[in-house]
């Protein structure tokens, strides 16, 4: 059977990304447990025992899509490496051990892979994780590959723990990735270990696709997220862009992919000063709170977002989506 | 940095696979634990506790090199997960979960997506594995992907066990899977864990890339390999393809890749009746002594294959090498 179709109502470009996992996992059926267990988190758990878990998650990384000519080969094997690492920062765990598969074409300069690989070496060494396996493919003139890393948890946290009246927290400063963060962040490990320790911290996840993208994965079916805008922590490089765009710094934090920051909620039972002082002592990133899970007896679907100071629906600005028709 | 070339003098194909796959290792440096628990065997072993390891391995599979129009979608997604389950097979481990990444193109049919999904659905249930996270990432035309899978052992069969004196045995038949077994194959998971559990197997491989490729890797380096060329279990499909082309069924068991069959040595102290008589009140496929492991101290350098009946070397047929500029 030819695998490619010229019309996209045949194609999985009708369905875009978001459709097309769902289709994934209703075709794997009984072979797919559910989240956590399964697809759906940050990384897959697999219990152990009482307190002990596996974490496994697996990411891409393709030229032309997470990367380009203007990025150095040693960038982009440190990028293909801490995309998994946020991932395991964002269930609180500490990673262990990978597996990476590439598809090189022939054509493919050795300096480049030489130096792709110290990328990957230098990451791993900093994150003291050991690269135990691989595979190579080669192709015609494709060239990506992935990353699969996993890692323990004594207590991972998921992105469907929050309560109602829990309030939103985020580290660091947010937007504006594409003038460099999207290469050079530094994923939240230490930060999202000692998050998984206060049992006040009920529900976590990284941002990848932008905060209006992420936030919904954490909102319990009973409840609006209420986001206070003037609170964003919103990065110079936000500011930058938005002297140089149409959009707004706010709109920036609101809605740019690749800040790696950790997304999470706090029970509004924990004592915030405390919090936030503890915070401070061990790490030099800001943590700032942004909102909180309101009650609404809707049961919303999609998840909504509203402005806490003007009462109204924040609506996702028309952003990208992977595979879909235009 | 531009990643391509045109002059093979500075590209990967001045190296071929196998130099490839020593460069990485350099490349990765500390961050590559040494064999078996880092690359250079048939999965990563990792050790949990006395009598209790993990397994993890990764493979590809991308459209036009592991299949074409002519394979059927299903088929395809449950080629990707049986070439993983028999590296598990090979160290005589118990598979467990899996996850999967894909590159796609958004000219992909859906009706084939879901008949590879399909595929590996019923694999996995099959071999009970749970399929437990993956990624998508968008490809131009590209079409291929990887499955990473764990699995855990008590006594892992690595690839460097043999003594001098071992006798060397191969389940099933050889040659010929071009014309279906490459795709009809059945990982030796129930062969491989029993072998396992037999103290007298001390080394054990699965037959990817041929008989003549693979056995190397478990010639110890005081040894050679001596074959007995007519003991050699030929397939009907051999038999078939020798009478339409120009290679004996023997050259073609010798040489054809991914037999998936188990290659593996048991101490000559064994009784090897007893072995044989154990084995077929298990299994219906054969099991074949095909030669020893003898003494010979050059230490030889690549390894060396003779012919047990003429006592001269055999020598691989010259194959194809990945990435390998012609």
Redesign the interface.
């Known amino acids: ?6 019309y ?1 109502s ?6 875009g ?1 978001r459709k ?2 769902e ?2 996992r209703l ?7 559910p989240a956590p ?3 759906g988190d940050d ?2 758990i ?1 219990p152990i025992e009482p307190n002990q878990f596996n974490l ?11 990367f380009n ?1 203007t ?3 040693e960038q982009a094997g440190a990028k293909l490496v801490k995309r998994n690492l946020s991932d395991i920062a964002a269930m609180g765990g500490t990673p262990s ?1 990978a ?3 590439l ?13 792709f ?2 990328g ?2 230098d990451e ?2 900093g994150s003291n ?16 590959g ?1 990353l ?1 890393l ?1 890692g323990n948890a004594r207590r991972p946290v998921t992105r469907t723990g929050a309560n109602s009246g829990d309030f939103i927290y985020v580290s660091g400063t947010l937007g504006g990735s594409n003038c460099g963060k999207h290469l050079d962040f530094t994923p939240r490990l230490a930060e999202g270990k000692w998050l998984a320790e206060q049992p006040g911290v009920h529900s976590m996840i990284d941002i990848t696709d932008g905060l209006m993208k992420d936030l919904p994965a954490l909102i319990p079916p009973t409840c609006v997220a209420s986001l206070s805008i003037k609170s964003l922590p919103i990065s110079e490089a936000a500011e930058t862009l938005s002297a140089e765009d149409d959009q707004s710094a706010t709109q920036h934090a609101l809605s740019d992919g690749e800040d790696y920051e950790l997304l999470f909620t706090l029970s509004n039972t924990c004592d915030s000063k405390l919090f936030h002082k503890k915070w401070s002592e061990r790490f030099e990133i800001p943590i700032t709170r942004i909102g909180e899970m309101m009650e609404d007896l809707n049961q919303n679907q999609p998840r909504r977002i509203i402005n806490l100071d003007t009462g109204h629906e924040l609506e996702e600005l028309g952003g990208y989506e ?4 235009s």
């Not at 794997?28 to 447990?33: N, R, T, Y």
């Not at 496994?56 to 997470?66: E, G, M, R, S, V």
């Not at 691989?134 to 990506?144: Q, V, W």
Request: positive net charge.
């Open positions: 059977m030819h695998p490619f179709t010229k996209s045949e194609s999985i470009a009708r369905l990304e097309l996992l289709k994934i075709w794997l059926g009984k072979s797919s447990p267990h399964g697809m990384t897959a697999l496994i998650t697996t990411d891409t990384l393709a030229y032309k899509c997470h000519d990025v150095k080969p051990s597996v990476i598969s598809f090189l074409p022939p054509t493919l300069r050795l300096d480049w892979l030489s130096a690989y110290a990957i070496r791993a060494i994780i050991k690269i135990v396996g691989g595979d190579l493919c080669e192709t015609k003139d494709f060239l990506g992935q699969t996993w992977h595979f879909r028709a």
